[in-house]
Every structure is written in structure tokens, then in C-alpha cells.
């Protein structure tokens, strides 16, 4: 099935800025929106963000999203070492179904 | 606050078929999709399908025809079956729920976007595929 590509990780210290990026295709995010996840090993994903830029109530706004053309990217600033965890974009694909990237293990070192 | 708790076991041969249980708490079913994913080491989170506002379901069609997800309104649950399992089907499955409205749009020159994502989630119950 269709899927989307991420970085398999990034990293950075704290306090500074990292960019996720997400790559897919116009049957899915060319023409769908975009939500990221925050998953933490053996617990359930968490979203922080929807329709490409909404956070949800109770997500800082150090977590944003954006979306242009087949691609959608996750920035987080003032990164904290509570940070690290895996980060999965998602969004439905025309083929009927919901697709997720690999996901992105974020290190801050 | 809405909870979501996956119950079932955690066993099934090959070849049966897996049955799971998404009990909702704190909230009504008749307000929200209601969905069923799963993370596994090889493929990462999948989709498996989603129960719509007015109790019809759409599956991931990569799935075979294998999926069936089903509710009990009354009763605050929903049910997902998984056919002719295989080791493959061995993971982490968890349930979620939904957007609130469609998550079909239309823009100004009358192209559909879909929005699907999900705000709560149970926290997964593991599945292993063995004889």
C-alpha cells in the first residue's frame, strides 16, 4: 500500500528547533490533510496536530505543522529531552485508507 | 474525558480469525468515527478501518477483505475481525476515534479533501500469531 516517507531520525540539543519533514503523493497528501503523531515506545500515539496546522487542546504551541504541495513538515522548537519519542505523519490516501510514514525517532542529545 | 480500552486475546493461530473488543467510556459512539489501527515492528502503523457516524464502514482494502469492524452502540463498544491471520498480523492493535463530522470536504472548485485523524486513542493490546 501507499506510504509516506520520513526521515528515520533527526536530532538536536534542547532548547533548539527540529524539522520533520513528510513526502507523499497527490492521491494522498496533494490533496488530502495532514496529522502528526507523537508515539512513545509501548504507549498509545498521541496527535498534535491536525488538518496540517490545528493543534489540538493542550498541545503546546512549540509543536507546528504545515503542509505545501505532496509534502508536510512538523517543527518543534524549545526542544525538550521529554521530546524524544517516534513522530508519524499520517493522512488518507485515495486508494480508501488512511496512510501513515515510518515514523522518525527524535534524539535530543 | 473519553477512555478507549482494547480487550482479547493475546493469542490466535494461524489461519483463525482475531477477535477484538474497543470498549468507550466517558463518551457517546454516536458522535465520532471509530477506528482500528495497528503498529507492528515490519510495517509500522497500519489502518485497518473505521466505523462512520451512521455505523457503516470503510476497510483498508490492502487488507484483503480480511476486516470486519462492527458495533454495539448500546453498549459503547465496537468489535474488529481479522480472517485467516498470519504472522504477518502479529502486533499492536489499538483502537481510536475519529473526527466528529465528515471527514469529507469540498473546496471552492469543488475538489474533495479528506480529513482523517485521531484524537484519542486506547492504549493497544498485543497479538501474537502462533500455533
Redesign the interface.
Known amino acids: ?1 501507499p ?1 509516506l516517507t520520513q526521515p528515520p531520525s533527526v536530532s538536536a540539543a534542547p532548547g533548539e528547533t527540529v524539522t520533520i519533514s513528510c513526502s507523499g503523493g497527490s492521491s494522498n497528501i496533494g ?3 495532514v ?1 502528526w ?1 507523537q508515539h512513545f515506545p509501548g ?5 498534535l496536530i ?2 496540517n496546522y490545528k493543534r ?1 487542546s493542550g498541545i503546546p504551541d512549540r509543536f507546528s505543522g504545515s503542509k505545501s504541495g505532496t509534502s508536510a513538515t512538523l517543527v518543534i522548537t524549545g526542544l525538550q529531552t521529554g521530546d524524544e519519542a517516534d513522530y ?1 505523519c ?3 490516501d485515495n ?9 522518525t525517532k527524535l534524539a535530543v542529545l | 474525558q473519553v477512555q478507549l480500552q482494547e480487550s482479547g486475546p493475546g493469542l490466535v493461530k494461524p489461519l483463525e480469525t482475531l477477535s477484538l473488543t474497543c470498549s468507550v467510556s466517558g463518551g457517546s459512539m454516536r458522535e465520532h468515527y471509530w ?1 482500528w ?1 495497528r503498529l507492528s515492528p515490519g510495517k ?4 485497518l ?1 473505521y466505523l462512520s457516524l451512521t455505523g457503516s464502514a ?5 487488507l484483503g477483505g480480511r476486516v470486519f469492524i462492527s458495533q454495539d452502540r448500546s453498549d459503547n463498544l465496537f468489535f474488529l475481525r481479522l480472517r485467516s491471520v498470519t504472522a504477518a498480523d502479529a502486533a499492536v492493535y ?1 483502537c ?1 476515534r475519529g473526527p466528529a463530522d465528515s ?1 469529507l470536504s469540498y473546496d471552492s472548485s469543488g ?9 484519542v ?4 493490546t498485543a497479538v501474537t500469531v502462533s500455533s
Not at chain 1, 504507549?43 to 496527535?47: H, N, T
Open positions: 500500500q506510504t490533496n488530502n490533510f496529522s503523531y504507549a498509545a500515539p498521541k496527535l491536525y488538518d489540538p508519524l499520517g493522512t488518507w486508494s480508501q485508507t488512511v496512510i501513515f510514514g515510518g515514523g | 477506528s489501527v509500522g502503523l497500519e489502518f478501518g470503510i476497510y483498508n482494502p490492502f489499538f481510536a471527514p475538489f474533495s479533501h479528506y480529513s482523517y485523524y485521531m484524537d486513542w486506547g492504549k493497544g
